[in-house]
């Protein structure tokens, strides 16, 4: 069992910064792909980005490619996401997720954190 929970939600104005993490307990972390999914207002919730077990191997979404970075620390028990140029459209519920396969479809993952919310401002 994997629990997670984010942190580093906001709101911020258009051209900014914000850095979300999400903190995983138990063991096995380092088993587990990482993925990021958003869930705009009205609308479903869509594959961010995605990180491998080890960090060797990344995945973003083409509306965010260039603008944000995914990162882990298996010592830490944490993954990050940098999330630089931020577009009103970015405005979400930004959730983490681990997962034994990694990739964009939900399914895919088995333990989800509680989201946290960021708001950009135009």
């Known amino acids: 069992q994997v629990q997670l929970v984010e942190s580093g939600g906001g709101l911020v104005q258009a051209g900014g910064s914000l850095r979300l993490s999400c903190a995983a307990t138990g063991r096995t972390f380092g088993t587990y792909a990482m993925g990021w999914f958003r869930q705009p207002p009205g609308k479903d919730r869509e594959f961010v980005a995605a990180?491998?077990?080890?960090?060797?191997?990344?995945d973003y979404a083409d509306s965010v490619q260039g603008r944000f970075t995914i990162s882990r620390d298996n010592t830490e028990n944490t993954v990050g996401m940098q999330m630089n140029s931020l577009k009103p459209e970015d405005t979400a519920v930004y959730y983490c997720a681990a997962g034994r396969i990694s990739g964009r479809n939900l399914r895919s993952y088995d333990y989800w954190g509680q989201g946290t919310q960021v708001t950009v401002s135009s």
């Open positions: 990180i491998s077990r080890g960090g060797d191997n990344v």
